[in-house]
């Protein structure tokens, strides 16, 4: 005896609804849920093209302020607290993670659903965006393990991450800001370490925190080069792709023209056959009026039976490529064939 | 009247089932058009089950395409409703509340195997909010099918967690007030669950001072309150469907395992409880190890390669249903018997065939001739009768084979006859301690079995020179005497030493060699194994249960308590209200059951027109898995 709680569901939805409204959203929470909102908008754009294409642009521009109010609300913590600050990004990073591919993957598939209809520019922009950010997070991921050098990477990072995106319109630019960055984030670290030492850290701390950090930046100047490479491969890849889509599309085209031609050229053929035919096994003309009208005759009933033969059996279906209709698994197979001996 | 309503459990809980599939909405059979495709998600428990109950093509007809475990990676189907069927669980509520935010499919009906407690639902209703999903949230029920039917008249209480409520875990020594509060607690859920789809409020009766007493108070507490909140009791007459017996109720009879020790350990010789004590059989699943290419092996040459079957015992098998209650070499007999007759009637087909000219061909194109159509046309439907009956066949004889092998091996024939005799007290021809030191027979299981069975049995415990001697002879066997001690205590503290001796008199009637009977090209070559006769004996179980049923005046039974959820006044007294015999019963042991008992109910029953009983247990166990609890269960010394 089944009990159906469906009501009480729908109680306990409301009561959480009016609870969390009382409460308020938590801190971090304010963040997400703003980009929840984000996000449900995202996964199912509508209206015409264009429309979304700005949605969905703007949507990721939004995410990439959030994200930089992010970084920037985390850095001006941690010059007040450190403890709370690591606290924070652990918890914080995972979530943004989360929330980035899954917001990556509804762009993506905003982005496939625009692609279909053939504009293709703009495509291979959101992707070069996409990928960049995609390495931007790998790359920023890879920094977590070491913690009391984490906030001078995430500055550096920070304006990694924010040159590349506010410029992702415009390519070359983007390739030059990289470089200015580690020149820039160099005198950053040397204030932050003569800042940190001065509290806590021996001479001999400081001096190897330096020699550590000349590392790191040997480290991101190699890792910066690569990442440049690869965004322009990256670029490139999909300017070919934008390139054989094209392609494809207009040989589909002549193709098509090619196929109405030669069926067009089979049913000449045909009659010119047939007309032969007629004109051998008549023989000689008889008087002009009777064998024009006789050959007219004929050859009418021989198009009829031309088209006859074009069109043999329903079985066959038209040759046409483009209208086939979608197999459904579900519809009952054609009691037709049951009919054959 | 009343002998429809009880009868099924089975089919009771097949149809909730049923009805769930198709959106809590009453099934009805033959509706024509496809059904509405849909995703069914369930967890261990549910998948327990549903898989005695309902086949995979079964769950086809009802629209299922796919169906996956809760916890498994699941892809998103965005355009399919899911049905869910879970426990009510933290892990498995935090797995649906992601797949409501990871948008898996289009609308989600969950079911609850048992009632969700207020807050869990709204820990859901928060994940539906924040997925904004709550539109899709189309229906939440609870379910109340927390038990798995086995066969028409027996359930279990659980399979997936049976650690939790088994034999071990209620009787341990050290086991704490809450431990046990939580074990009844998840006992009687079941039984009230059980009581739900039944559609019955019972009137129980438990024996004192043990596990089933907790259980029985439990139960009508909960079936009690049940009752009173009018608002949402599940007991109301439009729930209960038609064919309700409105003037009679059931008999709920809960006995706690203690009572009885020996019928677990007791060898058996029917079929349905041999194939559970020898062979793997759990949830109406045998699976096999068969060591094929025995047969047609060159001298020794090929090694025997092993495979493993399964077999699903059903109640679609007829085979099986008829026989699974009979002695052994009645089945051995009856599956020959069906064996020549398939091949009578196969040749019967084959003559048709060579008749028409068309040997060799397969039976599709035979229909395809005109003349003769009748004969044809009956053979030809009868063939797939005759190809299920050669399955049914089949796979009786490897498991009867299977269960043969073991029976010569460990010569199980003479430890029946012989427990017959100890339990029934007859003069023993044999003595004990023979064999025990017996090497060609049995498994040191076995021998401990038997010895245990004597001990429990044995009016006054044997002489301490005679324990030690048997010890010793134990030991030599390779027995762990473990169980042993735990059996002693048991017996110093149940003060029971008159119930559990009286087994009923019983004579077993050895009918020679059976050779003869087997005939040739049979596999049952039954040498040396008797043909035991089994004659009616009421073990205790029964035994109580006759009592409390015909409302019989008994020492044992007499001081039972007596409850009954619907009074209004709370507390029992000893004295039934209800002076006439019960036609329902439901026999539940709490502790754990075995077939051997389910089959002696089922006998007893037999002879009595228009009663039912229905039989249940925590947990169902044979004599090993019951030994290695045993083991482990050391009471304080």
């Known amino acids: 005896m089944a009990v159906d709680i469906t009501l009480l569901f729908r109680a306990s939805v409301k009561t959480v609804k009016t609870r969390n409204k009382a409460l308020g959203v938590a801190v971090g929470g304010g963040v997400d849920g703003s980009r929840d909102e984000l996000f449900r908008r995202s996964p199912r754009p509508k209206g015409d093209f264009s429309s979304r294409a700005r949605e969905v642009i703007s949507h990721i521009g939004k995410l990439r302020d959030f994200l930089l109010e992010h970084r920037k609300d985390y850095i001006n913590a941690y010059s007040y607290v450190m403890s709370e600050y690591g606290r924070m990004t652990d918890t914080e990073r995972d979530q943004i993670d989360q929330d980035a591919q899954t917001f990556m993957r509804t762009c993506s598939e905003a982005i496939q659903q625009l692609r279909t209809q053939g504009v293709c520019k703009l495509y291979s922009e959101q992707r070069a965006i996409r990928v960049k ?34 410029d992702s319109e415009e390519k070359p630019v983007t390739e030059e800001h990289p470089e200015k960055v580690p020149a820039e984030s160099q005198p950053e670290l040397g204030t932050w370490g003569d800042g940190k030492g001065d509290d806590e850290l021996s001479p001999e701390e400081i001096q190897m925190f330096e020699q550590e950090n000349q590392r790191l930046i040997g480290e991101m100047n190699s890792l910066f080069d690569e990442v440049r490479q690869i965004e322009g491969r990256v670029v490139e890849i999909s300017r070919l792709q934008e390139i054989f889509t094209e392609k494809v599309l207009q040989q589909e085209a002549e193709i098509d023209s090619i196929h109405q031609l030669v069926v067009g050229a089979t049913e000449n053929i045909k009659e010119g056959n047939e007309d032969i035919r007629e004109v051998s096994t008549l023989g000689p003309p008889g008087p002009p009026q009777c064998g024009t009208e006789s050959r007219q005759q004929r050859s009418s009933c021989w198009q009829g039976g031309t088209s006859a033969l074009l069109w043999p059996s329903p079985q066959g279906s038209p040759p046409d490529g483009a209208g086939q209709s979608h197999f459904d698994p579900r519809q009952t197979p054609d009691p037709r064939c049951y009919q054959e001996p | 009247m009343a002998a429809a309503a009880a009868a099924s459990i089975r089919e009771r809980q097949t149809v909730a089932l049923k009805r769930m599939l198709n959106f809590n909405v009453p099934h009805v059979k033959n509706s024509t058009g496809e059904p509405v495709w849909k995703v069914l998600i ?43 069927f879970v426990m009510p669980t933290e892990e498995n509520i935090d797995r649906m509340c992601q797949d409501l935010r990871n948008q898996l499919y289009e609308s989600y009906y969950l079911n ?26 189309a229906k939440v029920f609870d379910q109340y099918l927390n038990f798995i039917t086995l066969e028409d008249d027996m359930f279990v209480l659980c399979n997936q967690n049976k650690e939790l409520v088994s034999y071990r875990a209620i009787n341990r020594p050290d086991i704490t007030d809450t431990e046990m509060e939580t074990v009844m607690d998840t006992i009687v859920d079941s039984l009230f669950c059980f009581f739900v789809t ?37 007991f109301t007459g439009d729930t209960l469907g038609a064919g309700q017996f409105s003037f009679q109720r059931p008999l709920l009879v809960l006995v706690d395992r203690n009572i009885d020790l020996a019928t677990p350990l007791h060898h058996t010789w029917t079929y349905q409880a041999l194939v559970h004590d020898v062979l793997d059989f759990h949830l109406n699943r045998v699976n096999l190890e068969e060591s094929s290419g025995v047969e047609n092996s060159p001298a020794g040459a090929r090694p025997k390669r092993k495979n493993k079957k399964s077999y699903d015992l059903t109640p679609v098998d007829k085979f099986w249903q008829k026989h699974k209650g009979s002695p052994f070499p009645e089945v051995a007999e009856s599956v020959q018997q069906e064996l020549e007759s398939y091949r009578a009637q196969e040749d019967e087909v084959k003559r048709l065939k060579s008749i028409m000219g068309l040997e060799g061909e397969d039976e599709g194109a035979i229909s395809m001739l005109s003349d003769n159509t009748a004969k044809l046309t009956s053979a030809v439907s009868s063939l797939p009768e005759l190809l299920e009956k050669k399955r049914l066949i089949d796979l009786h004889t490897n498991v009867a084979t299977a269960v043969l092998e073991h029976i010569k091996a460990r010569k199980l024939d003479v430890y029946f006859e012989y427990e017959e005799k100890i339990m029934s ?89 059976l050779s003869r009977v087997m005939n040739t090209g049979s596999q049952f070559v039954m040498e040396g194994v008797k043909n035991l006769v089994l004659k009616q004996q009421n073990l205790p179980v029964t035994r109580i249960l006759d009592n409390l049923m015909e409302m019989k005046s008994n020492p044992e039974t007499d001081d039972y308590r007596y409850f009954d959820p619907k009074m209004l006044r709370g507390n029992d007294s000893s004295v039934p209200r209800n002076k006439n015999p019960f036609q329902e019963a439901i026999v539940f042991v709490v502790g754990g059951g075995n077939y051997i008992e389910y089959q002696n109910l089922v006998d007893y029953i037999k002879g009595k027109q228009g009663k039912h009983i229905l039989y249940g247990c925590s947990e169902l166990f044979n004599a090993t898995q019951f030994i290695k609890q045993v083991k482990c269960t050391l009471l304080v010394s």
């Open chain 2, 42 to 84: 369930y967890d261990r428990f549910g998948q327990d089950i549903i898989s005695p109950l309902l086949s995979v093509k079964e769950l086809r007809d009802m629209g299922i395409t796919l169906h996956l475990l809760l916890h498994s990676d699941r892809d998103p189907i965005p355009d399919v409703p899911a049905v869910y």
């Open chain 2, 112 to 137: 609850f195997i048992s009632a969700i407690s207020r807050s869990k639902l709204e820990d859901i209703a928060n994940a539906a909010l924040a997925a904004s999903a709550v539109t899709q949230v």
């Open chain 1, 133 to 166: 950010r995609v390495v931007d997070k790998k790359r920023l991921s890879k920094l977590e393990p070491e913690p009391s050098t984490k906030t001078r990477e995430s500055t550096s990072s920070e304006k990694v991450s924010r040159n590349p995106s506010e």
């Open chain 2, 198 to 234: 039944l559609g019955a409020v019972p009137i129980i009766r438990c024996s004192r001072g043990t596990a089933a007493e907790m259980v029985a108070v439990k139960l009508d507490k909960k079936l009690r309150e049940n009752l009173r909140d009018a608002r949402n009791s599940l």
């Open chain 2, 425 to 513: 007290k007859t003069t023993l021809d044999k003595s004990l301690l023979d064999i025990i030191s017996d090497p060609d027979a049995g498994t040191p299981e076995d021998k401990m079995r038997l010895f245990l069975i004597y001990y429990i049995s044995a009016q006054q415990a044997p002489s301490e020179a005679d324990l030690e001697q048997y010890k010793k002879a134990l030991t030599d066997a390779g027995c762990n005497l473990n169980p042993l001690q735990y059996i002693k205590q048991w017996k110093a503290f149940a003060k029971m030493a008159s119930a559990p001796a009286s087994y009923g008199n019983t004579t077993t009637k050895p009918m020679g060699l």
